[in-house]
């Protein structure tokens, strides 16, 4: 409470954020910090804020009252050192783009009206090989598959060489049989750089964060080691099935909550 | 196609020349300003802009004949009211969040209104129609230099921002979040389809100056897998439905500007009905 120096500047933190889209409270008294390298992932049910809760992380949106600091700054400020991927992707399927191009807008922020240079180039194949999709570079973006598309989406943000990234749902148009790959991959960025992820998916996540936030107008952070069905529970409300698994990755075993 | 042919050179049919260079010097910017707006999906706004470029016309020929303002040519008269319209539109869709599309409806009407107005005002005949429809005999030496210059500002910011364009119309959200100012492309995107229309107005009317930005676009869309392709595509289709259609209008006693844009409509329609047929077949 008294430490006088901060150790380290926090990757994100909140203080006693709301935000409601007109007279909807979406997000009541939220406080939290994020250090640096911390893996979190945010879960909760639909409407529960967890996309609104980036969006104020970005600086997308504006809290009512409360402050977020990103990196220590305002997000507004802190924008170019975080990588987003959106759950959505609001474009047009008749929009000729290769996946190259799609990549290389995450370097847009820094070339002003000119061409990407040779760097750009090799960050943006960089952050494709991280994810294993650097054969797909040329392909039209139009002819991937939904996983295929969810990777490069991930690669167009990590060619920001971001100190923080934002993934909203990466698992969702994801097939099983690859999701454990994803999953992989993603432990190794979490190494590297800050990670949050949104996920409908605790199973999925609880592997690769440390922290669970549960997201339903207010904000509850767990330790994923004392994730009880008790705790899931309550995060969703009645309809949970937890099913229990004993994979080998871990001696302990883990707990996966499948959401019906 | 011999007669279009020796009338192209034919002293007496300048007016011919005239607008074959016209349109072939426009076509590039349609091409690359074309491509940008059918995938940003702002043709509705395009069109309000174009009929806006009536009331500018009206304005001028009107100070022109009441005020003896010479300078004031329709020309110039069109590029104010164009650039005006687009700043205006381009406000209030960034800005107000309700019913966009009545505000840019009301603008649409409002500024086409404006034109017949003042035409109407203007002392002695003007016929209205050549500007609603086209009308290659009033292009002059002047405009094709207006034409030209224009033209090089439109192609030049056009490929300048090319990167960044895509990026902004790609995903807005992603591009504003990489730091780039996305209202200003979007403001800047809308300036330079103000210019492109204002480019082929005199060949095609601002009615159907709409057709030359969407359908060579819409058409290249088909064959393109890059957005440079899709630009050098439609520029190429402009290009030919401009000197096809004018050819095919002087062989046949045709209005050139709906001869033109009738034979862009055609070859999009080919490549749909063509795209369909090959899928069912297959």
């Not at chain 1, 409601?20 to 939290?32: A, N």
């Not at chain 2, 591009?175 to 204002?198: F, H």
Request: proline share 4%.
């Amino acid at each position: 409470m008294q430490s006088p120096v901060p150790l380290q500047i926090p990757a994100v933190q909140c203080e006693q954020v709301s935000f409601s889209y007109g007279e909807i409270p979406i997000l009541t008294d939220v406080s939290f910090s994020i250090q640096k390298l911390d893996a979190v992932a945010l879960v909760g049910p639909n409407g529960g804020g967890k996309s609104t809760l980036l969006k104020l992380i970005l600086g997308l949106l504006t809290p009512q009252t409360g402050t977020i600091k990103v990196l220590g700054v305002t997000p507004q400020q802190a924008r170019k050192k975080i990588g987003y991927m959106p759950q959505y992707l609001q474009y047009d399927p008749s929009f000729p783009v290769s996946v190259m191009d799609v990549v290389l807008m995450g370097r847009a922020g820094s070339i002003g009206l000119g061409r990407y240079s040779t760097e750009d180039r090799r960050i943006a194949m960089q952050a494709m090989a991280e994810l294993a999709v650097d054969g797909l570079a040329s392909r039209p973006f139009n002819s991937l598959s939904g996983g295929q598309r969810q990777r490069i989406l991930i690669a167009r943000a990590l060619a920001c060489e971001p100190e923080i990234l934002l993934l909203d749902e990466p698992t969702a148009n994801v097939d099983p049989g690859v999701e454990l790959q994803f999953f992989e991959i993603l432990k190794e960025l979490a190494n590297r750089v800050t990670v949050l992820t949104v996920s409908h998916d605790l199973g999925f996540v609880s592997q690769m964060v440390s922290r669970v936030f549960c997201v339903n107008r207010q904000v509850k952070i767990h330790p994923t080691s004392e994730l009880t069905g008790e705790i899931i529970h309550e995060m969703y409300g009645g309809d949970v099935r937890m099913v229990r698994h004993d994979h080998c990755c871990s001696e302990q075993g883990h707990s996966h909550a499948d959401i019906l | 196609m011999l007669t279009y042919f020796s009338a192209l050179t034919d002293p007496n049919m300048v007016f011919l020349r005239y607008a074959l260079f016209a349109g072939l010097l426009a076509a590039p910017a349609f091409g690359i300003i074309g491509t940008y707006v059918v995938a940003r999906r702002m043709t509705y706004l395009a069109g309000a802009i174009a009929h806006c470029v009536l009331g500018g016309i009206g304005a001028a020929l009107y100070c022109q004949a009441r005020y003896e303002l010479t300078w004031l040519t329709p020309m110039l008269g069109a590029i104010v009211a164009a650039i005006g319209a687009a700043l205006l539109i381009g406000l209030i869709s960034l800005r107000s969040r309700e019913r966009v599309d009545s505000v840019i409806g009301a603008i649409w009407v409002l500024g086409m209104a404006t034109g017949i107005i003042f035409i109407a005002k203007t002392p002695g005949y003007i016929d209205p129609m050549s500007y609603l429809f086209g009308n290659i005999l009033m292009i002059t030496g002047g405009d094709l230099l207006t034409i030209a210059v224009l033209d090089v500002i439109v192609i030049g910011l056009g490929l300048l921002s090319y990167n960044r364009m895509i990026a902004v119309c790609f995903d807005e959200e992603f591009a504003r979040l990489r730091g780039i100012r996305t209202e200003l492309y979007t403001l800047l995107l809308l300036c330079l389809t103000a210019l492109t229309i204002v480019l082929m107005v005199r060949v095609v009317g601002i009615v159907m100056v709409i057709a030359l930005f969407t359908l060579p676009a819409a058409t290249a869309s088909h064959f393109s897998t890059r957005i440079w392709q899709m630009m050098l595509f439609a520029t190429l289709l402009g290009m030919i439905s401009v000197a096809g259609g004018l050819s095919l209008s002087y062989g046949l006693d045709l209005p050139s500007g709906p001869t033109i844009v009738m034979l862009a409509g055609f070859f999009y329609l080919t490549v749909i009905v063509g795209k369909g047929l090959k899928n069912r077949l297959r």
